[in-house]
Nanobody
Framework: QVQLVESGGGLVQAGGSLRLSCAAS????????MGWFRQAPGKEREFVAA????????YYADSVKGRFTISRDNAKNTVYLQMNSLKPEDTAVYYC??????????????WGQGTQVTVSS
């Protein structure tokens, strides 16, 4: 089992920045690829970014490329999502997820409870 806890969400004005963190506990964190997803009200959960177990490969949704950066610190069992140039359409609950294979799909084995990000115009 892997337990995931997100933090760092909040209210920010358009153009601002936030950094989300996801702390993992349980099995060896460095064995897992990590992903960030988000779900806005009335919409399906969508892929945001993913990172391989080593951190050597990263993947992004087109909507966040150039604005968001995913990274990880295996010594701290934590994955981060740095979000810059935020837009109102980035408003959503953000979830981190863990799986043995990196993917942009929703089939991750483990999920956090989510953290709310609200971007005001």
């Amino acid at each position: 089992q892997v337990q995931l806890v997100e933090s760092g969400g909040g209210l920010v004005q358009a153009g601002g920045s936030l950094r989300l963190s996801c702390a993992a506990s349980g099995r060896t964190f460095s064995s897992y690829a990590m992903g960030w997803f988000r779900q806005a009200p009335g919409k399906e959960r969508e892929f945001v970014a993913a990172i391989s177990w080593s951190g050597g490969s990263t993947y992004y949704a087109d909507s966040v490329k150039g604005r968001f950066t995913i990274s990880r610190d295996n010594a701290k069992n934590t994955v981060y999502l740095q979000m810059n140039s935020l837009k109102p359409e980035d408003t959503a609950v953000y979830y981190c997820a863990a799986d043995t294979r990196v993917s942009a799909g929703p089939g991750y084995d483990y999920w956090g409870q989510g953290t709310q990000v609200t971007v005001s115009s």
